[in-house]
C-alpha cells in the first residue's frame, strides 16, 4: 500500500494531514507523508483544566463501567488491528510483523485491564484496637500524562492509558514529533469506543501534538499530578526530578543496555535465534533490544561465528514486504549515530563484523544498515552506552560471578537473560546477587516482554514500572483508613492520654 | 530521674556524651545534657563503602535469617523500653507516655518485620506461552539512608531500619541534630542484638551524626539507592528531587496540615476526647497533629466551649511527671514560630483562646506554652501553613461537600479524620471524591497509626510510605523473570521473526 | 414471542428439541415445549474419559491463551443476550430483565476470567536457606462438574466453566432436568466460541442431561476432581460428603436463609423497594432471596404496612411481558410447598398477607401466586426451613444483639444485610461478632451480588466460593516448591543430620 | 537423661504421669514411662462448649493482641526447647536434633503467625454500582479440634494452633494415645505463655487424652467447626466425610508416598545424602518420607551402590545419644508391617538390602531395624502403599515423561522431588504436566519444608493445607461484603425492578 493509502486506511481525513506545521517523514523512504497540526502551547493550560474536569466526573464512575471503555477500545482495535499495525509501519518503520504485534500488545492490556476493572484490590487489615476496622483502598490520581517515543508509537500509550483509565485518570498523550499519525489513528479508534461507550466525560483522553515546549507544560503542571515518559536517559533526567519537584509521580521508562550471557551448556541454536531477533528487531531500537553479548570463551568464537552467518542472510529492506526482517532506523542522523559508535569501538580495539549502509535493494531516501556486531576486548565506555541502532557487542566470560559483573557493570537496569540448560547458573542469575535488571529472563532474549508482567527497569532507566502485576497502582493513591465503630477511643500503642 | 541518670541508664558512657562538637540541650529546661562527637563529613565515603560491602554480604543471607536480628532487636527493645522512653522525654520532651509509646511502635513494626521475613511475596504469573514461566520476585536495593526528624527521634528508624534489614538493605542513619542522644541509645540496643545474632557483616547498621553536610553526602551518593528522609516540606522538597536526579529512590514523610470533620450526628465527648489528643498530644508537633478542624455550623460553637473547657484544665510542664500532659515545644525559636503564626491568624481575622507562653509551674529554661485554638473566618493562609505547635484551627461548613473541599484545599495531604455516626457521610469522606490524604481515619483522630497499615501521604507531604502493607516494596527491587523451558522460542504477541 | 419462536431463535434445531424422553414444561403455562435427549448413564464413563483426555492437552495450553477461549464465549454471548435472556425466561419463568440480566453476569465474569488469565498468581516466598528459591504455583486440577439449579439455569454454569476453562479444567454440565433447553442453548454459544476460538481438544465443554444417575457418576468418580453443586441443603449433604469421600473437591452452593435487620434509623423508603425486590424477585426462587425480615420494633408495623401496599401493586403474570415484575412459580409442586408453609406459619401464630394463588390476568397452567408476607410472633421452625417461594417472615427485635442473633440461628449462612444510617450498627453487623454469613450488606438486599466478590455461604450453605476474588483458587491445585540450587544441602529448622 | 529426669524436666508432676489409665512406652527400650489420665467421653460436650464460650470472647480481642499470646508462646518455646526435644525422643523416639528442630518448627510458626495477626489481609474491591463499596473480610470460624499423629507430636499441633489462635478460634488438642506427655509438656509451655498473656478467655486452649470416643466427639460436634487431622489415609477417609457431612470443614493431612527422581545430570554426592536423610529420617516416619526412588538407567546401579553403602555405616540406636542418626520404630507391632511389606517387595521380584531386626549395640526392648532399600521391577502395589518404616523402594526410567508418569502414579499427592542440573527438567517436573503433588523440590528431598510455604498434598494425603502461604484462610470464614451509601438502589447485572 501507499503511504496515502495506510493513511486513508487508518481513517486520518485529509485536512487531518495536511496544512499543519510539523512535517512527518516516512523512514522507509524519507517521504514527507502529512503535515499535522501541532497543540498550541498557549492552549495546554486549558486541556490541562479539561483533564481535571473529566477527572472529577470520572473518578466516581465505577471501575467496571470504566473497564468497560477499554474493553470498547480492545473490540475497536482488533478490527482495525491491520491498518493501525500499518501506520506504524509507515511511521515508525517496523517491519510488518512487529507493527501488528505492537497493535497485540494494545490489544492484550486492554483485556488485562478490563479483568483489573473488577479487582484494584486493596486490602482490609488486622487492627490491634477492639471495635476498629482497617482497610487501604486504592483512589484516583488525577490526569496522567503519556509521553511516548517514536519506537513504540502506539503500544506504550495503551499500557498507561487502559491502566489510567481503569484507574480513574484521564489521559493526556503527547507521542514522539517523528510518529504523530500512529498517535492520530489510534485516537479514532479511542473516538470510537468513547462513542460505543456514551457518557464519558470530554477530555477524558486528549492528544497533543509538538515538541519541547508541549512537553514541559505537562511536566511542569500542577495539575498533571503523574507524567508517564518513555524515552531517553537524557529526557528522563530532566522530567523525573522536574515532577518529583512539584510533588507529582514520574513513571520512567527510560534507555536500556540489555545483554544476554550465553554459558556453556546453552542451547545455541536457540540462543542464535533469540540473539538475532533480539539485537536486530526493530533495527535495534527497542528500549530491550540486545545490545551486549556475553559469551563464555569457550564458545564464543562458534557463536559469533553462528552470528555472522546468520546476519549475512537478513533480508533488509522495505518493511511493507512480508518477508523483510530489518526495516530502516528511524532517520539518518540515527544511521550516523551508529556509525559513530561502530569507530569508536574500532578505536577501543573492536572487531566490527556488518554495520554498513546499504543502499542498494532498498527504498531510497531510508536509512538502512547491516546490523552490527563488534568483538570487543572488554566492557569499553563505547558499550555501557546505549546507542539507538543495530549494534551487539560481543564480550567473553570466564566464570559467572565475572558474567553477571560485566551485566551489572553499566549505568542502565533494564533488561537482561542469560541462556544456559544448568539450573544452577540460571538461578544465580535471577537472584539477588544476579542481574540488576528489571528484567530477567532465562532462555529468551531481553526484549518481548508480556504485558502480564511488571514492564520497566532500574538504575538510569527510571525504575518506573507499567503493564501487569501491580503496575496499576502507581496510577492511584493508596489510603490508610481505620474505622472506629466502637464508644471508647483506644490509642495505638497503648498510649494513655486522659484529661 | 535527672538528666545524667537518664542518659546513663540507656547505656550511654560518660565518653560518649561528653567532649564532642554537637551540644545538645533538653527542651524540658533547656540545660545542655551532652556534648556528642559529629561525624566527620570526609568520613562519609567510607561508610557508605562500608555500607555497600556490607551488602553485598546481607543480601545473600535467607530473609528469615535477617528478620531473626530484627526479632532480637524487637527482644532488646521490649527490654529497654523504659530506659530508652526516658531518653525520648529527655531530648524531644515527650511525656512519658508518649515516649513509652514511641518504643512500643518499634516493638511493634518489629514484630511485623519478623513475620515479613518469611513472605516478601513476588508473585507467579500465567505466561501467554507454553513451556514457559513468569514470576516477580524481590531482591534487595542496596544501602537505605534514613534520616529522622527529632519529633520522633527512635520509632521512624525502627520503621525503615526494621523493613529495610529484612529486605536485605543495610541502613545509614542520620537523626536530627536535635536528637543524637536517642539515636545513640537505640544503636546501643541494636548493637546487643546484633551481638546475640552473631554474624551480620559489620556496616550493617550505622549512624552517622552531624549536620547538613552530613545528609548531602547521602542525598547525593549514588551508592545509596534509598533516601528515607522524615521532616519538613522543605527539606524534602530539596532532597526528593535529588535523590530523583541521581537515579536513586526517595521515600518522603513530610509535612502535614490534618484536619477533622465533625458533623452533626458526632459523638462529641468522643471527638472532644479526639481533638484534645490528637492537637495536643507531643505539644502538637506530630507529623499527624491535628490543625485544623472542620466543625458543622450547627455544633460548631458548643465544640469549641468543650475544647475550650477541656484546653484549661491540661496539666502543662515537666514531661517526666506522670500527671503532665502537654510538655515543652522543641525549642524557642519553636514557639516564637508559634506566637508569630496565632498574631497572624488574629491579623486574618482569627479568634485566638490559649497560646500564651507559660513560665510558672513548669521547669525553667523550656519553652512551654498553652495549646491555642483558633476560630478562623475562612482557610486563610496561616491555615494553610503548618506551623508545629499546638495550634488548632476552627472552621465552619453547611455541607459535606464543603467541608472537604475545605480539607482538601491545603497544599499537604498527609492525615484526616471524620466524626459522625452516619454511615452516608463516613464513606463519603472514604470515597474516590472524599479526603485526599493518605491517611483517612473515621472517630478517630488523625495521629495514632497502627504499624499494620501503610503510613505516609500525598502531595507536599511526599507520597512516601512506610511501615505496613506493602510498604516493603519500597526497600526493594522488583525482578520480572520469564524462563523458557522448552525446545521451542516463541514471541510474545504472537511477533514472527524466522530467518 | 411464542415457545417455539424462543426455542428457534436460540439456535435448537427442531431435532434437538423433539423425540426424546425428557419433557420439558414452561412454567409460563406448564405447556410442553420440548422433548430432549437424555444422557445414557452407560455413557458417563466415556464422556468423563473425554474430559480427562482433553485435560491432558488444555492443561499445557497457556492461560491467557485459554482465556482467549473465555474472551470470545463473552463477546458470543453478547451478541445472543435477549435470545438466551428468553429460553430462561420461558424455562425458568423469570421476568425479562433477570433473564437478561443473568446473561450478563454470564457476561461479567466472560470479562473477569480473561483478566485473571494473566495473573492466576502464586506467590515467590522467602527461604530460610542460602540458594534456596521458594515459590507456590497453581496447576489445572482436571475435570470439573457442574450441577447447576433450574432457578440460575445458566449464570452458575458461567461462574463455574469460566474460571474453571481459564485455570486448565475441562467442564462437565449437568443442568437441572427442568432447564435442558437454556443449557443445551448456552452449548450452542460455547460451540461459536469454540470454533472462532480454533484449536480446543474435543470433550473441553460437554454438557450431560439426565437425571439421579447422570448426577451419580459424576459424584462417583474419581477422574472428576472436581464438583461444583447448587441446589439444596438435602442434595448438598449427599454429594459433598461423598465426593469427600473419594478424595474429590466438592464446591458447594446449597440454601439459604437470608435476612434484613432494618434499624431505626434506616432509610425506609430505600428499605421498601430493597426488600420488595429481594423478596420477589424471582417469585422467590433465588438463593438469595430475602426470606426474613428482623424490623426494628419502633419502625416494624410501619414497615409492614408500606410492604403490603406495596405488595398489592406488583403486576403478577406472564414473564415475558415488559411489565410484569412477578412470574410463575417454577412447578405446582412448589406452591403447594409454600400454601403449606403459609399454614404453618400461621398454626404458630403468624399473621399472612397474601399469599394466595391467583388464576385470573396470569396465563392458565402456571403456578402464579402473591407474594405472601408472614408476620411471626418468633423464629419459628418454619422460619427457619427455605420454601423456595416468595414467603417473607417478618420478626421485631429491640436491640441490635438481638437482631444479630436472630440473624444468625438459623442452619443457612447464605446472605445477609442491614439497613441502617447508622455506622455503628453497620459497622458491627459486619464484624467478627456480626452476621455469620458468607455475604453481609449494608443498605442493598441480599440478593443480586456482583461477579467481583466471592459468592458462597456458611454452615448448611456448604461453604464453597465461586466468581470473583480468589474463589478460582478452588479450580485447582496448590503447589509449593523449593527449589535448591546451591551446592549445599542445609535442611530445615536448622536439623544436622551428617553421615 | 532418664525418662523420669525428662519428664521432670518437661514439668510434669508426678501426680500428672501416674495414677491414670493410658500407659505410655517409650520407643527407645518398650519401658512404661507413664500412666496419664484420660479424658472422659462424657465430657467432651462440656469441653466444646467451654470451647465456643472462649470463641464468643476471643472472636472480638483484637488478631494482633491475640498475636500477642503466639509471640508470648515462641518466647516459651525458646526457653524450653531442649527440655521439650527431648520429650519428643523419649515418647516418639526421634534423635536429638530432630526432636530439637521439631521444636523449631513451633518456634518459627509463632514468629510467622505474629506478623500474619497485623495482617488477615482482605480485600477492598471495585464495585460496579456508583456508591457503592465492596470488601472482602475474614472472620473467626469457631473452635478447631487439632488431630495429631505420634510422629509429629507437637509441631503439627503448633502450625494449627498458632494459626488458629491468631484467627480467633480457639483450640482442643487431641494428641495421638502413645504421645501424651509431649502434649502434656506444650500446654504447660502454653500455660505459662497464658499466664503471661494476661487475659485470655479461660478454655481457649484444651487438651484433650484418649482414644477414638474422644476424637469422635470432635468429628461429629456440630459446634467445632474446623478439625485439623493428621494420620493414616484411613483416618482421614473417615474423619473428612464425617466433618463434611455436618457442614464442618476438615483440613486433612494424611498419608504421603513421596518419590525422588534423579536424572542423569544429578549431582549425585548430593542427591545421596538428601536421599539418605529423606529416607531414613525419623526411622521412616515422616509423612514426608521418601518411600520411591525413581532413578534414570544410566545411574540407577551407581546410586543404589552409594546408597548401600551409606546406609551400612548408618549409627542404629538409642536417639539420645548424639551420634544415633536411625532411632527405633514407635513400636514393635511398625517393624512387623515393615517386615511383611518387604517380604510382599520380594513376592513380587524386589530385591532387598537391609531391612533387618537390629537387637545388638540398642536400648533393648525397642523396635530398632535397619533401614532397607528395595530394587524393585515395577511399582507394584506393594510401592503404590505407606508403610510407616524406613523402606526405599528403588525403580529405573528412561525418560522424563516415564518417570513423572511413575512419580504421580500412587494414590496419595504429598511431596515429590527431582534431583537434576537440567533446568528443562527441573521446571517440567514443577509445571502443570509434572508432579501432581501439594509439595515439588528440586534438589532437596521430599522432607522437610519451611513453615513459609503451605504444607499438605493432593489426593489422597487429603487436600489440606496448614502453616505458611495464605493456609491461614482454611481457620476463618470469608465475608464479602457490598455497602451502599448512597441515597440510590441500582441493581447488580443493571437489572430493573421499578414498582
Redesign the interface.
Given at each position: 500500500m501507499s503511504h496515502n493509502d495506510i493513511i486513508q486506511a487508518a481513517g486520518l481525513t485529509e485536512a487531518e494531514v495536511t496544512g499543519g506545521t510539523l512535517a512527518v517523514h516516512s523512514p522507509i523512504d524519507g517521504a514527507e507523508v502529512a503535515r499535522v497540526r501541532e497543540t498550541d502551547p498557549a492552549d495546554m493550560a486549558a486541556i490541562i483544566a479539561k483533564s481535571q474536569e473529566a477527572f472529577k466526573a470520572w473518578?466516581?464512575?465505577?471501575?467496571?463501567?470504566r473497564?468497560e471503555l477499554v474493553?470498547l477500545l480492545g473490540e475497536e482495535l482488533r478490527a482495525a488491528k491491520d491498518e493501525l499495525g500499518a501506520v506504524v509501519t509507515l511511521e515508525a518503520g517496523k517491519i510488518t510483523?512487529?507493527g501488528?504485534?505492537?497493535v497485540?500488545?494494545m490489544i492484550?492490556i486492554c483485556?488485562?485491564?478490563?479483568?483489573?476493572?473488577?479487582?484494584?484490590?486493596?486490602?482490609?487489615?488486622?487492627?490491634?484496637?477492639?471495635g476498629?476496622?482497617?482497610?487501604?483502598?486504592?483512589?484516583?490520581l488525577g490526569p496522567c500524562a503519556i509521553i511516548t517515543a517514536f519506537n513504540f508509537p502506539v503500544a506504550v500509550w495503551s499500557w498507561n492509558s487502559a491502566l489510567a483509565l481503569v484507574c480513574?485518570d484521564p489521559v493526556i498523550w503527547k507521542p514522539s514529533e517523528k510518529t504523530p499519525l500512529t498517535a492520530m489513528a489510534s485516537m479514532k479508534i479511542m473516538e470510537r469506543a468513547l462513542k460505543r461507550f456514551g457518557d464519558a466525560p470530554e477530555g477524558l483522553c486528549q492528544l497533543v501534538i509538538g515538541g519541547p515546549a508541549i512537553g514541559e507544560a505537562l511536566v511542569n503542571s500542577q495539575d498533571v499530578p503523574i507524567v508517564s515518559a518513555t524515552g531517553s536517559t537524557r529526557m528522563g533526567?530532566i522530567v523525573?526530578?522536574?515532577v518529583?519537584?512539584r510533588?507529582g509521580?514520574?513513571i520512567l521508562e527510560l534507555g536500556g543496555n540489555n545483554a544476554m550471557i550465553v554459558a556453556p551448556s546453552a542451547?545455541l541454536d536457540?540462543a542464535v535465534?533469540?540473539i538475532?531477533?533480539s539485537a536486530v528487531?526493530t533495527a535495534g531500537q527497542r528500549c530491550t533490544t540486545l545490545r551486549r553479548l556475553i559469551a563464555h570463551n569457550s564458545i564464543k568464537d562458534d557463536l559469533v561465528a553462528k552470528l555472522t552467518k546468520?546476519y549475512s542472510?537478513?533480508?533488509i529492506g522495505d518493511p511493507r514486504k512480508s518477508t523483510t526482517?530489518v526495516g530502516p532506523l528511524i532517520d539518518h542522523a540515527s544511521r550516523d549515530r551508529m556509525q559513530a559508535a561502530l569507530e569508536k569501538a574500532k578505536a577501543e580495539g573492536g572487531t566490527v563484523h556488518g554495520g554498513k549502509t546499504v543502499t542498494s535493494g532498498v527504498p531510497q531516501g531510508g536509512a538502512y544498515v547491516e546490523p552490527a556486531i563488534a568483538e570487543m576486548p572488554a566492557q569499553t565506555d563505547t558499550v555501557r552506552t546505549e546507542t539507538f541502532a543495530p549494534i551487539l557487542y560481543v564480550m567473553g566470560y570466564e566464570t559467572l560471578d565475572e558474567a553477571i559483573a560485566i551485566q551489572n557493570d553499566v549505568p542502565q537496569g533494564l533488561s537482561s537473560c542469560i541462556f544456559?540448560?544448568?539450573?544452577?547458573e540460571?538461578?544465580?542469575f535471577?537472584?539477588?546477587?544476579g542481574?540488576?535488571?528489571?528484567?530477567?529472563?532465562?532462555?529468551?532474549g531481553p526484549s518481548?516482554?508480556?504485558?502480564?508482567?511488571?514492564?520497566g527497569g532500574?538504575?538510569?532507566t527510571?525504575?518506573g514500572?507499567e503493564s501487569?502485576?501491580d503496575a496499576w497502582k502507581g496510577y492511584m493513591?493508596?489510603?490508610?483508613?481505620?474505622?472506629?465503630?466502637?464508644?471508647q477511643?483506644p490509642?495505638?500503642?497503648?498510649?494513655?492520654?486522659d484529661?
Open positions: 473518578r466516581t464512575v465505577p471501575a467496571p463501567r473497564g474493553r510483523s512487529e501488528s504485534g505492537e497485540q500488545e492484550d483485556d488485562f485491564a478490563v479483568g483489573l476493572s473488577r479487582q484494584i484490590y486493596g486490602l482490609t487489615i488486622a487492627s490491634e484496637r477492639p476498629h476496622r482497617m482497610m487501604e483502598t486504592w483512589h484516583p480513574g533526567g523525573g526530578p522536574k518529583a519537584g510533588w509521580r514520574p542451547d536457540m535465534r533469540a538475532v531477533f528487531g546468520a542472510s537478513l533480508p526482517l544456559t540448560l544448568n539450573m544452577r540460571a538461578e544465580a535471577l537472584s539477588a546477587a542481574s540488576d535488571c528489571g528484567i530477567a529472563n532465562v532462555n529468551i518481548g516482554a508480556e504485558i502480564g508482567g511488571a514492564f532500574e538504575k538510569e527510571g525504575g514500572r501487569g502485576s493513591r493508596r489510603q490508610t483508613n481505620t474505622i472506629n465503630y466502637s464508644a477511643l490509642l495505638a500503642q497503648g498510649v494513655k492520654f484529661f
